[in-house]
């Protein structure tokens, strides 16, 4: 009672929540979570999930690096040797118009110099001619009449395809240029606007043949991407690598096409260099490489490999450590930022382009979607240990979707925010399992309590039933007390807690003994209580009439059929005992046959007369059969639980083994107690534990002359 007290009350306490969350395993549960992050996956470029993309995206890079094929740009590096054999820098640029100079000897189809000359040269004649005018005018007149050195360096770039470098920023200068003319096809285009700028010196600037965007905005320090193009203030303008290749093209403009998306490429002349929507392009970078590199000194002194530099675009610009930032990459180096244009141009013409198209994501969502439902539906279906499986196996695919279109495609797709996305819905299926297995374990703690005490409840009825159906057969050392011309051992031994055999003993008037021995149909509970209702009928009509036997067995039979609803039936043997002269007259309504043991061992099997059992067929006109006992004779009387108990290989015990173990020597000389304890002990070895399949019933009841005095025979339990 307390079991069930305590468990019931904490079964049903599990909150509402509880219950939702368990209901269908948290199939619910998982298919809200998952339509939400699919809708999340939806969001446009950079969306919540940048971090996890961008890793997956440099992951690529890192492991499947691009192999470099042509090498459209050399970088002319004034690098830590040119700063030891020229001088530091920044150098005089007469020394600048110097490397101008040879470097357009060398034919170079454009050059791109990474470098603002937002000031004049301090260094230039006329200036110094200001300072020492007061100290000494003729050095002053003499170096006035030098030529400036940003004429010189004007002058070099007039020589040569020369590309400026223009920086963007976002504080307004109040001045507005145009670069080189463009065209626009389609909707305007969401590039990345600047509101000023910073430029080299007018003089400088107008001898340039064209001006390039220097800025590249690292995603938390990292070059990712770099744009093709943007605005200056309402003025559209090229990227310094795409300028080069407008110059080199010898293009007077350049064509900006867009789409409902947004930008879709950059046109120069035949070319159209395909961008994200916002006019940038994802850098597919190979590994850092020398060979990009040559020094400025070997330039200005001809050392260099003029093959290396004619009809290349030649990117001019600081690298030597100290003097500028390195970038950091997608693979997690640091290179220098020409190094980054360079690889722009390469991927140009290995058509090496990496691309994250529009529709990228919606693939995303659609793959993140059925993974996800593959997870909502067949976590709840197996067990917790091994549905891990499940995450691995969308996991790989997703992981291979992702490597493959980067590896033959080229494309970017994000399997990391996919895999982060389908941990947590797996991690809610599993929760939500394991709480929907807990409310299963406390509901079937809950009902194994009711149970056990339903069980136990039933379990003290049946044993009362048991005490009491035991307690209602007769015991032969009471019913015997005064009567010492016949010995009685009984037995009856349930298959379940009560059973359905029955047996009765009691005298009859004029020295006759009557015995009863039955089996109603079936086991348990209705039979046992049939067997109460037939044992009280057989008795009452025995007492009552005082006919003969074929009348009290018709008598029985109407008497025990009357109220029988269940229309069971029950098998009976009766037989009346002459106590002074041994006739035996008996009755068998389809019962087990007896055995009428004689004292050398010699068995008979009471088989005459009889008829079908009682409630089986009204008004039978049932037939007696007759036999005469000699002194000491014993009747056996059983159910078919003894002749049917089994062996474990399925062999009966059949009638022949009770015949011979009542010719064992001795037999007639022990009294009919341990007669039938030696019999009922050979038939459970004969079982061998084998839980009987029958109540088991046995009857032994001996004659003695008359006279006789014997001891009482005990109730055998």
């Known amino acids: 009672m307390s079991i069930a007290a305590d468990t019931v009350p904490s079964a ?35 969306g919540p999930w940048a971090s996890l993309r961008h890793g997956a995206f440099d992951a690529y890079q890192t492991y499947f690096p691009r192999t470099r094929q042509s090498a459209p740009a050399v970088i002319i590096a004034i690098d830590e040797a040119s700063l030891a054999r ?58 006035a009449r030098l030529r400036p050195h940003d004429e010189l360096l004007a002058a070099s770039f007039k020589s040569a395809p020369v590309v400026l470098g223009v920086a963007g920023t976002n504080q307004p200068t109040g001045i507005s240029h145009i670069y080189a003319p463009s065209r626009q096809t389609g909707a305007s285009a969401p590039l990345r606007r600047f509101n000023g700028e910073l430029r080299s010196m007018p003089e400088l600037d107008r001898a340039a043949a064209g001006h390039g965007l220097l800025n590249a905005d690292p995603d938390r320090g990292v ?35 867009s789409g409902a998306q947004g930008l879709s490429s950059v046109g120069i002349g035949d070319i159209a260099v395909p961008t994200q929507h916002d006019g940038s392009l994802w850098v597919h970078y190979s590994p850092h490489d020398p060979a990009r590199f040559v020094s400025a000194a070997d330039v200005m002194e001809g050392r260099d490999d003029p093959s290396l530099i004619e009809q290349k675009i ?119 399992t394991l709480v929907a297995i807990d409310l299963d374990r406390r509901d079937l703690a809950a009902r194994l309590a009711t149970e056990r005490e339903a069980s136990a409840r039933l379990a003290g009825e049946l044993g009362a039933a048991n005490r009491i159906q035991t307690r209602m057969l007769p015991r032969p050392d009471k019913v015997l007390a005064e009567e010492h011309r016949i010995e009685i051992f009984a037995h009856m031994r349930p298959a379940l807690e009560v059973g359905g055999d029955l047996y009765d003993f009691f005298p009859l008037m004029g020295d006759r003994f009557f015995v009863l021995v039955g089996d109603v149909a079936g086991k348990g509970l209705p039979a046992a209580m049939f067997m109460a209702v037939s044992k009280a009928l057989a008795k009452s009509s025995t007492l009552r009439e005082t006919g003969n036997l074929e009348n009290l067995m018709k008598v029985m039979n109407a008497e025990i059929s009357r109220d029988n609803p269940e229309e069971l039936f ?24 007896p055995l009428l043991v004689r004292r050398d061992g010699e068995s008979q099997i009471l088989n005459d007369g009889g008829g079908p059992p ?60 341990v007669v039938g304890h030696e019999l009922l002990t050979n038939v459970k070895t004969f079982e061998a534990g084998t839980e009987p399949a029958d109540d088991q019933t046995l009857l032994l009841v001996r004659w003695r002359a008359v006279g006789s005095v014997h001891p009482m025979n005990s109730e055998t339990k």
């Open 12 to 46: 049903l306490a599990v909150s509402r929540w509880q219950r939702w969350i368990a209901s269908g395993r948290g199939r619910w549960l998982g298919v809200l979570v998952s339509i939400a992050l699919t809708c999340a996956l939806l969001v446009p470029d950079p």
């Open 86 to 143: 020229v001088g530091q820098w920044p150098w005089p640029r007469d020394t600048l118009a110097q490397l101008m100079t040879r470097l357009a000897a060398r034919k170079p189809a454009a050059i791109g110099i990474d470098i603002i000359f937002a000031e004049p040269d301090r260094v230039s004649p006329d200036r110094l001619a200001e300072v020492f005018r007061a100290r000494d005018p003729l050095v002053a007149e003499r170096l």
């Open 223 to 257: 070059v990712r991407r770099v744009p093709l193009a943007a605005f200056i203030g309402d003025n559209p303008i090229l990227s310094l690598t795409m300028e080069c290749l407008r110059v080199a093209a010898g293009e007077v403009l350049f064509t900006l096409n």
């Open 314 to 432: 030649a990117l001019i610009g600081v690298t030597g450590l100290g003097l500028v930032d390195q970038q950091i990459t997608s693979r997690g180096e640091r290179i220098p930022g020409l190094e980054i244009h360079a690889q722009v141009l390469e991927n140009i013409f290995d058509n090496a382009l990496l691309r994250r198209p529009e529709w990228a994501r919606f693939a995303e969502a659609l793959t993140f979607a059925l993974l996800a439902a593959v997870v909502v539906i067949g976590v709840p279906r197996v067990r917790p240990r091994r549905s891990v499986c499940i995450p691995f196996i969308c996991w790989a695919v997703t992981a291979a979707l992702g490597a493959g279109a980067y590896l033959w495609g080229r494309l970017l797709f994000d399997p990391a925010t996919l895999i982060a996305g389908l941990n947590a819905v797996y991690g809610i299926m599993l929760s939500a």
């Open 570 to 593: 029950v098998t009976l043997i009766a037989l009346i005992i002459d106590l002074r002269t041994g006739a035996l007259n008996y009755c068998n309504a389809g019962h087990e046959p």
């Open 614 to 673: 009682m409630c089986v067929m009204e008004d039978f006109p049932y037939e007696t059969g007759t036999a005469a006992c000699e002194p000491g004779d014993i009747i056996v009387l059983m159910s078919d639980g003894i002749t049917e108990a089994t062996a474990p290989g399925g062999e009966l015990y059949g009638r022949h083994r009770i015949r011979t173990l009542m010719k064992l020597p001795g037999t007639f000389e022990s009294d009919t107690d």
